[in-house]
Structures are given as structure tokens and as C-alpha cells.
Nanobody, 130 residues
């Protein structure tokens, strides 16, 4: 699976952005999709994940209530709607997929481990100015 992330940019604090993760291939619906981010000088951080059908999601505490992950399997695309952005959200955002369903990962915090993911897209840069 080839993944292409897009939608990053410069936004003021309090603003919104929507990131997209487009997949090449017809098996997109068999993968859990996750978003990660990496700020300069920091380790890669889990942001959110969504089940194959889109009915179940999991978020990091730092973005819960502000970010929404979704997917459109007909378009082989996942999204990350980011609202109420803060300067600490500045990072390069990447999408990743794992061939399994969300229910397989118990406890859920296993999803935070980047090594479980099979494929990664290149990042898209988000800069939030304060």
C-alpha cells in the first residue's frame, strides 16, 4: 500500500486544518489507519487511529476533543480534522496502516507503538503560529 499525506500548512492558533491520507490500492478497507506526528527534536507521537469500517476510533489524550479521524473507504482516503489548534500541535504529520482491525489491539495503547504498522506515508508539515 502506498500512502500520500497532504493538507498541511501554516495556521494561526485556534484555527483548523484537515489532513488527508490517500492510499493506492484496492485493499484500503482491510487496514487500520493511524496518524502520528513528530515535532522538531522530539520522538514520533501517536495521534489517532480508526478501525477498518470507521466505526471505532482511538485518540491520544493530547488531541481528544479537538481532532477527529475519519475515513472514506470508497475513496481509499483517511482524514484528520484538526480544530482549536495550538502551537504545540506544530509537527510533521504522517499516516500509517496496519493489516488488522482495531479490536485486535488490546490494550488499545498498543496502537501507539509505531513498529506495529506495515506501511507509512511521507509527512505533511503543520505549523501553528501563536
Amino acid at each position: 500500500v502506498q500512502l500520500q499525506a497532504s493538507g498541511g500548512g501554516l495556521v494561526q492558533a485556534g484555527g483548523s486544518l484537515r489532513l488527508s491520507c490517500a492510499a493506492a490500492g484496492r485493499t484500503f478497507s482491510t487496514y487500520v489507519v493511524a496518524w502520528f506526528r513528530q515535532a522538531p527534536g522530539k520522538e514520533r507521537e501517536f495521534v489517532a487511529a480508526i478501525s477498518r469500517g470507521g466505526e471505532d476510533t482511538y485518540y491520544s489524550e493530547s488531541v481528544k476533543g479537538r481532532f477527529t479521524i475519519s475515513r472514506d473507504n470508497a475513496k481509499s482516503t483517511a482524514y484528520l480534522q484538526m480544530n482549536s489548534l495550538k502551537s504545540e500541535d506544530t509537527a510533521v504529520y504522517s499516516c500509517a496502516v496496519v493489516l488488522a482491525d482495531l479490536s485486535y489491539f488490546t490494550p488499545r495503547n498498543i496502537l501507539r507503538n509505531p513498529t506495529i504498522y506495515n506501511y507509512w506515508g511521507q509527512g505533511t508539515e503543520v505549523t501553528v503560529s501563536s
